[in-house]
């Protein structure tokens, strides 16, 4: 069992690992890559160090002077153009190509490349009206979401797809007029529901399918007129109703935790999947022979992969609608690519950055539309293989092939990142792995205007100009601010002001899914050894598959 270069745990890399590593890399341009030196979650966090999804500043394009929101500050050793100059064609990222330098290490002559290069400020593709949402793709009218696709009308929202009219919302999709909900699809109308899907004019519901005008239940299938798990008729269910409060944040915290007391009594599947077929992990559908795997769609015969829809892919991050890829983050529409981040398009990538319908590229930058290129350099088909090879060979006698980019390289500090959301760290361990920290976020404390005591329970006298004020979350102490859209819809529907800031309520959200990592355990009813993202330590009565379906079907 070797030990991990990162962490010195030992790990352990198992016969299906190797296998689809070989499978992978067998066939790749580059030749073989040898086996991990880190363990599964210090190469995890390895590619996330290189993903900021809602850090953002304010700064100036480097090629306008206009001002922009970038996910990089002003004082970046690299260029930072606007959307529109980045995509324009008054510059050529192969300006900056550069031969090989044999003896120095690649990295090192990566990152001189990185620093050249202008970057996008953020990766914003066909929207509207969202000039604060980051990864956004075919999206409008939304503001401070993140990871957000073919949706309008989103507030404070992080990965929904096919959506409008939601605020507060974590990974769901084809919902409407959501509020305060979590993994729940095609959902409208709904309030504070978690993992609860198909379901309409409810509230307070965790793992429910079908149902409507429910609040408070846990578990049901095609219900309606339900309050903790009680069938009403009509008339008493609409009666009870209006003895919640939803003005009052007392009233929701006894819900909430009344609700959680029935959550405990009831099953728990073991894992959340549909439609796959011998798959481990979490969050995984429409897949099948998928081990190890986190947030993952339309997958096969993938292992250690997180938040994807690919096939045939291992130790990535990221990867969407792609194949044969390996050790990646965010490469997608892509095949045949190892080691690469935010690669859209072509294929056969490696240890490239940011690069649009590139193939057969290594060490790339920002290209766009071109093939045979090394360190943003062309070459003819056979000058690129003739040369590509010896830069592997140099790069074994490095120690460098096989290895994702470095953490310490990432323009983005740890606490910049998205590691804390699923890989968490000290800020003394941060600092003894020779990673960045930054101090100085784009956020204050302190500034506050306003005191949520000075303000009326009740929303209907709530003046509009509140929206002016500051206020200072009750968990963090950062500050923020309530917007427009936000106060409307506060009123309409009789909710209160929210008194924590927009990160901590998506880090309350996720809180109410299980960390990305599998425990050996026992079915709590047949007794079948399963594996679950459910620790031993763990309060929930477990079911596996079989054992929840007669349960709640």
């Given at each position: 069992m070797p030990n991990c270069k990162q962490c010195n745990q030992g790990f352990e890399i198992s016969n299906e690992e190797n296998a689809l590593r070989e499978k992978l890399t067998g066939d790749f341009e580059t030749g073989l890559v040898p086996q991990p030196t880190q363990c599964l979650v210090c190469r995890m966090r390895r590619k996330m160090a290189w993903r900021n999804e809602m850090t953002l500043y304010k700064r100036d394009c480097d090629k306008t002077g206009k001002s922009i929101i970038s996910i990089y500050p002003?004082?970046?050793?690299?260029?930072?153009?606007?959307?529109?100059?980045?995509?324009?064609?008054?510059?050529?990222?192969?300006?900056?190509?550069?031969?090989?330098?044999?003896?120095?290490?690649?990295?090192?002559?990566?990152?001189?490349?990185?620093?050249?290069?202008?970057?996008?400020?953020?990766?914003?593709?066909?929207?509207?009206?969202?000039?604060?949402c980051n990864f956004i793709w075919d999206s409008r009218n939304s503001y401070l979401s993140y990871c957000i696709?073919?949706?309008?009308?989103?507030?404070?929202?992080?990965?929904?797809?096919?959506?409008?009219?939601?605020?507060?919302?974590?990974?769901?999709?084809?919902?409407?007029?959501?509020?305060?909900?979590?993994?729940?699809?095609?959902?409208?109308?709904?309030?504070?529901?978690?993992?609860?899907?198909?379901?309409?004019?409810?509230?307070?519901?965790?793992?429910?399918?079908?149902?409507?005008?429910?609040?408070?239940?846990?578990?049901?299938?095609?219900?309606?007129?339900?309050?903790?798990?009680?069938?009403?008729?009509?008339?008493?269910?609409?009666?009870?109703l209006k003895g919640f409060?939803?003005?009052?944040?007392?009233?929701?915290?006894?819900?909430?935790?009344?609700?959680?007391?029935?959550?405990?009594?009831?099953?728990?599947?073991?894992?959340?999947?549909d439609k796959t077929e011998n798959c481990t992990g979490d969050y995984i559908f429409e897949s099948k022979d998928c081990h190890n795997c986190y947030?993952?769609?339309?997958?096969?015969?993938?292992?250690?992969?997180?938040?994807?829809?690919?096939?045939?892919?291992?130790?990535?991050?990221?990867?969407?609608?792609?194949?044969?890829?390996?050790?990646?983050?965010?490469?997608?529409?892509?095949?045949?690519?190892?080691?690469?981040?935010?690669?859209?398009?072509?294929?056969?990538?490696?240890?490239?950055?940011?690069?649009?319908?590139l193939s057969h590229g290594f060490g790339c930058d920002g290209i766009r539309q071109n093939e045979y290129c090394i360190l943003n350099k062309k070459y003819s088909k056979e000058q690129y293989q003739e040369l590509l090879p010896k830069i592997v060979e140099h790069m074994r006698g490095t120690g460098e092939?096989?290895?994702?980019?470095?953490?310490?390289?990432?323009?983005?500090?740890?606490?910049?990142?998205?590691?804390?959301?699923?890989?968490?760290?000290?800020?003394?361990?941060?600092?003894r792995r020779k990673w960045r920290w930054k101090d100085d976020l784009p956020?204050?404390?302190?500034?506050?205007?306003?005191?949520?005591?000075?303000?009326?329970?009740?929303?209907?006298?709530?003046?509009?100009?509140?929206?002016?004020?500051?206020?200072?979350?009750?968990?963090?102490?950062?500050?923020?601010?309530?917007?427009?859209?936000?106060?409307?819809?506060?009123?309409?529907e009789n909710l209160p002001l929210p008194k924590n800031c927009p990160h901590c309520r998506n880090a309350n959200r996720l809180k109410f899914r299980n960390p990305r990592r599998l425990?050996?355990?026992k079915c709590d009813k047949c007794g079948e050894s399963i594996r679950s993202s459910y620790s031993l330590e763990r309060p929930e009565i477990v079911y596996c598959e079989s054992c929840y379906l007669k349960e709640v079907y």
């Open positions: 002003s004082n970046t050793d690299f260029p930072v153009y606007s959307k529109n100059e980045w995509w324009g064609n008054d510059w050529d990222a192969m300006s900056y190509g550069r031969e090989f330098d044999f003896s120095r290490p690649f990295f090192e002559q990566f990152v001189e490349l990185f620093n050249k290069v202008p970057k996008l400020p953020l990766i914003s593709v066909n929207t509207e009206n969202s000039d604060y696709y073919k949706s309008e009308s989103l507030i404070h929202c992080y990965w929904l797809y096919h959506s409008r009219d939601c605020i507060d919302c974590s990974y769901c999709f084809r919902s409407e007029r959501c509020y305060e909900c979590t993994d729940c699809n095609d959902s409208q109308n709904s309030k504070f529901c978690i993992l609860s899907h198909n379901c309409s004019d409810s509230l307070f519901l965790y793992d429910c399918r079908g149902c409507s005008n429910c609040f408070g239940c846990v578990g049901l299938r095609n219900k309606k007129y339900y309050m903790f798990n009680q069938k009403l008729p009509k008339d008493e269910y609409e009666k009870r409060d939803l003005q009052k944040q007392e009233h929701i915290d006894a819900v909430k935790t009344k609700l959680n007391a029935l959550r405990l009594k009831l099953p728990h599947r073991y894992s959340i999947q947030q993952l769609y339309n997958g096969r015969d993938c292992i250690n992969v997180e938040d994807s829809d690919c096939e045939d892919c291992q130790d990535s991050y990221h990867i969407g609608w792609a194949s044969f890829i390996y050790d990646s983050y965010s490469v997608c529409n892509n095949k045949s690519s190892a080691f690469s981040i935010q690669c859209d398009g072509g294929s056969d990538l490696f240890y490239s950055y940011c690069c649009y319908n092939w096989g290895e994702f980019f470095p953490a310490h390289l990432s323009p983005f500090a740890y606490n910049e990142s998205v590691i804390p959301s699923f890989y968490p760290l000290e800020k003394d361990e941060v600092l956020f204050t404390k302190g500034k506050e205007s306003i005191s949520h005591t000075e303000l009326s329970e009740n929303i209907s006298d709530i003046p509009l100009s509140v929206t002016n004020e500051i206020f200072a979350c009750d968990e963090c102490g950062k500050n923020y601010k309530i917007i427009d859209q936000e106060l409307r819809y506060y009123k309409n425990f050996s355990r």
